[in-house]
């Protein structure tokens, strides 16, 4: 019916509208409705939730909740997939900037207001990062990549923790699933209570701070002795977005990981194995997962043993056949009291 355009129904198959949601969930329960039921509800054929039935054209039959559930969280990993690598090639872009604008030989003054600030050396970080918890009054979002966490590091921030706890700021962490295996970090979270929830996913950004949803610290440069301080509304609210996105995708600390539903395939050995059929080398998988190589390289070898290859050749083969070439990681279990490391 023409009246019923798309315009209409300006929606994707995450939020139906009433009337579609009535007839999708009809056609579930019955198997399959009239094609004149459907006529009002384009969207229903728009989205492929309903298809026509190849016995007999005058009726719609419905893609199965399963089906649909899968192509939900594909394009969810993708569009934050997309948001890792933009962020990627933003921090390079940064660095190169920052470095063109150490050959200049005089710097001109930045303000308390500038929009974007670099930060050089591990002095004036610190300093710019207890300049922001002591102003911050809500809010604390952080990513924190790598592995397990050292008891340096946990001990580096402890004093912000706990004094943004003090004043009741609310704090969401992110770590790589390998840091669950911490002791460090357990007692660490031990000791915040319920001031923090934190999360994990097999892979995360690199490093971010975002105080009060005004204010971000990045790297710099690979190691770190160099930040930008972000104060830009639209650079940070981009943050923020790639932040939630992942939020939504992750575990909590406290829930245990989703079993992969392959007998003698681990968690972990799914998440090298979606990376292996991307065509990353052991190096590079390594980095992401928070692993070391020797660590990934023998988890390859446990998935060929486990999945019968005898070469790297064939176990992308069985990596696909199997289901292992995609995301690993299911939407996210009901939010959990969790903590955060500095």
């Known amino acids: 019916m023409a009246g019923h355009a798309t315009q209409e129904h300006p929606h994707g198959a995450d939020r139906l509208c009433g009337q579609g949601d009535r007839v999708y969930s009809r056609a579930v329960r019955r198997g399959r409705v009239p094609r004149a ?39 969810v990993y993708d569009e934050v997939a997309r948001s890792q690598r933009r962020m990627g090639t933003a921090v390079a872009a940064f660095d190169w900037y920052a470095g063109l604008g150490r050959q200049l030989p005089v710097l001109a003054p930045q303000g308390e207001g500038a929009a974007i600030r670099v930060l050089d050396g591990l002095t004036r970080i610190q300093a710019a990062m207890d300049e922001a918890t002591e102003r911050c009054a809500t809010e604390v979002l952080t990513v924190q990549p790598g592995g397990i966490r050292r008891e340096a590091e946990l001990t580096e921030g402890l004093h912000r923790a706990l004094e943004l706890r003090g004043r009741g700021v609310r704090m969401r962490d992110l770590y790589t699933h390998v840091a669950r295996h911490g002791q460090g970090l357990l007692n660490y979270l031990e000791l915040m209570g319920d001031a923090v929830e934190a999360r994990s996913l097999d892979e995360v950004i690199d490093r971010l701070i975002l105080f009060d949803r005004t204010v971000a610290f990045i790297p710099a440069n690979t190691d770190r002795t160099m930040a930008l301080e972000l104060r830009h509304p639209a650079l940070v609210e981009y943050l923020v977005t790639v932040f939630e996105r992942l939020w939504r995708l992750a575990i909590p600390l406290t829930a245990p990981l989703p079993d992969t539903g392959i007998e003698g395939i681990s968690h972990r050995e799914r998440s090298i194995a979606a990376l292996l059929a991307e065509g990353h080398q052991d190096a590079v998988i390594a980095e992401r997962l928070g692993i070391s190589v020797r660590t990934c390289r023998a988890h390859i070898a446990r998935l060929s043993e486990t999945l019968g290859a005898t070469s790297r050749t064939q176990l992308g083969v069985r990596i696909a056949q199997v289901g292992l070439d995609g995301p690993s990681h299911g939407p996210a279990p009901a939010p959990a009291g969790g903590v955060r490391a500095p």
Do not use: F, I, K, N
């Open 37 to 75: 039921e459907a006529e009002p509800v384009p969207c229903l054929l728009e989205l492929a939730l309903l298809h026509p039935d190849p016995d007999d054209m005058d009726w719609l039959l419905p893609t199965s909740p399963q089906e649909v559930m899968t192509r939900l969280l594909r394009g």
